[in-house]
């Protein structure tokens, strides 16, 4: 687990960066199975809309 034990601060932006892009493939799987008529290059369009928009 993430908080189990004292982690770098190398490897907790390796952490954050691997949820990021976790985070960005499931985005894209949706797009897909929920508007199947989007080519490839309107998916990755599209995903880079929603995260660069983002507010935490």
Wanted: glycine share 0%.
């Amino acid at each position: 687990m993430l908080y189990t034990r004292k982690y770098s601060p190398q490897e907790k932006l390796t952490q954050a960066l691997n949820l990021y892009l976790a985070a960005k493939e499931l985005k894209r799987a949706a797009l897909r199975k929920f508007h199947p008529e989007l080519s490839e290059k309107q998916i990755t369009e599209k995903v880079d809309q929603i995260f660069r928009n983002a507010r935490t």
